[in-house]
């Protein structure tokens, strides 16, 4: 028996599923930070402007990053399904598959995207003050496209091999290595937004350069080997993940209606405070994902091995943690506002003062953000693309654009603030109605499942 079978086989009481959770929560607060330090240190080192638009072309990443993601997640997910039945070696096919397909992914949507990046930008309405800062920063990240797609995929399969702890260690060494970076190529060396993307792609490779030394170790959990693609593996993974794609893609598009109607209503300052808002979220934000994307490669496990005890108990234990996390998360972000978004623009600018008079309302969002981020994770873990991708459309896409094209028309400004929570509690609705239909389905309510999954 391969370590990792002993590792997500074990019973997982409350207290052990959060030892296990909490280096992949940790590991996702620093790959956040990528994100953040760019925000805060290209806000000090290069003003509003330039961070207003990191926000504008922010859309452009996700989408073309989107496949990347279904891969990995929806690998993820087969992965941990063959380790539950105990097909270790089909799980070493589905791991190396889906690294081939990532890479290959990447170096063409990179190249397309490079030749095509003027025309995307003015697609964006990135606005003449802003291109040059927009241009210089996409123009690294898209060049290397495949590092950053290698990266988010070897982060996900420490957790799913086991490892968590590991990932924890790798993420750690990436988000220093770019917040040092940072710092010297945008203050001693002046590289400007070129520095910025140039740090964030040196993190990535650091994250590429581990995986890839622990995945292909003989000892490893799970291995990359050479093998013809195995391309029911891949199918299932595109199956099963299609909802990271949805989500990824309705992101972006989303936040591109966000953009615009900031703009409309509030201008560059308005896109500002957005980002700023977005930014001081992203803590707990991360924390839910980590929470979700760790326990989902536990649940695919239970289900694969067909322990529907263990099933339900890892499904109870979920409910509970969540519900204190999502409570603990408001409060401390309400509790902390001043100083956290004191660190992302000066507090007697006009971008501070709208973001703080404001946020305590875009923050209701994170009462119910995270069982909503579970529940698409829960049917992806089952194999079960379509609910899962039901749920990431309506929460990332749907619900939300209809709350920023109507709210601010009828409440006005304050609107564009509450249109996020307005979502997250329309999807709640749909989340709680998919789940509990489909307790039965899927066995997480203890008793044998009534369909059973085995790509």
């Known amino acids: 028996m391969r370590p990792t079978n002993s590792i997500l086989g074990q019973h997982f009481t409350i207290a052990r599923q959060l030892r296990f959770t909490l280096p992949r929560m940790l590991m996702s607060l620093f790959i956040m930070s990528y994100m953040v330090a760019d925000g805060v240190l290209i806000s000090r080192y290069m003003g509003t402007v330039a961070l207003a638009s990191l926000n504008m072309i922010f859309p452009l990443a996700i989408f073309l990053g989107a496949v990347g993601i279904m891969l990995s997640a929806g690998g993820g997910s087969v992965v941990s399904r063959r380790m539950g039945r105990g097909d270790s070696e089909g799980a070493d096919r589905a791991l190396s598959t889906v690294i081939y397909a990532e890479?290959?992914?990447?170096?063409?949507?990179?190249?397309?995207?490079?030749?095509?990046?003027?025309?995307?930008?003015?697609?964006?309405?990135?606005?003449?003050?802003?291109?040059a800062y927009a241009y210089d920063y996409q123009v690294v990240w898209l060049a290397f496209m495949p590092v950053f797609l290698l990266s988010v995929l070897f982060q996900t399969f420490f957790t799913v091999s086991g490892y968590p702890k590991l990932g924890l260690t790798v993420s750690v060494a990436s988000g220093l290595t770019n917040v040092f970076l940072d710092i010297l190529f945008m203050g001693p060396l002046g590289w400007g937004m070129h520095g910025a993307a140039l740090a964030t792609v040196i993190s990535w490779v650091v994250a590429v350069a581990a995986g890839l030394a622990f995945f292909c170790c003989r000892k490893a959990p799970i291995r990359i080997i050479c093998t013809r693609p195995d391309w029911k593996a891949l199918k299932g993974a595109c199956t099963s993940g299609v909802s990271g794609m949805v989500g990824s893609l309705s992101s972006s598009v989303t936040l591109y209606f966000f953009n615009a109607a900031f703009m409309y209503w509030l201008g560059v300052d308005g896109v500002a405070a957005l980002t700023i808002a977005s930014y001081s979220t992203y803590v707990f934000n991360s924390i839910?994902?980590?929470?979700?994307?760790?326990?989902?490669p536990i649940l695919g496990y239970k289900y694969g091995e067909q322990n529907w005890t263990e099933l339900a108990?890892?499904?109870?234990?979920?409910?509970?943690?969540?519900?204190?996390?999502?409570?603990?998360?408001?409060?401390?972000?309400?509790?902390?506002?001043?100083?956290v978004l004191g660190f992302f623009a000066p507090q007697d600018s006009h971008v501070f003062e709208l973001v703080l008079a404001n946020f305590g309302y875009f923050a209701?969002?994170?009462?119910?953000?995270?069982?909503?981020m579970f529940a698409a994770y829960l049917f992806t873990a089952?194999?079960?693309?379509?609910?899962?991708?039901?749920?990431?459309?309506?929460?990332?896409?749907?619900?939300?654009?209809?709350?920023?094209?109507?709210?601010?028309l009828a409440v006005g400004e304050i609107g564009l603030w509450f249109a996020v929570p307005l979502a997250e509690l329309l999807t709640l609705i749909l989340s709680a109605t998919l789940v509990i239909r489909n307790r039965r389905r899927y066995g997480y309510d203890g008793q044998p499942a009534t369909v059973v999954n085995i790509t």
């Open 103 to 131: 890479f290959a992914f990447g170096l063409v949507v990179g190249l397309l995207g490079i030749l095509v990046l003027p025309l995307l930008l003015d697609f964006l309405h990135v606005n003449e003050e802003q291109y």
């Open 288 to 296: 839910f994902y980590g929470f979700c994307e760790a326990t989902a």
């Open 313 to 339: 108990c890892v499904f109870r234990n979920s409910l509970i943690i969540m519900t204190v996390f999502s409570l603990a998360a408001y409060g401390l972000s309400v509790l902390f506002a001043a100083p």
């Open 364 to 372: 209701l969002s994170l009462l119910l953000l995270c069982p909503n």
């Open 382 to 408: 089952m194999g079960d693309g379509k609910r899962a991708a039901i749920v990431s459309f309506c929460r990332t896409f749907l619900f939300t654009v209809l709350a920023i094209e109507c709210l601010p």
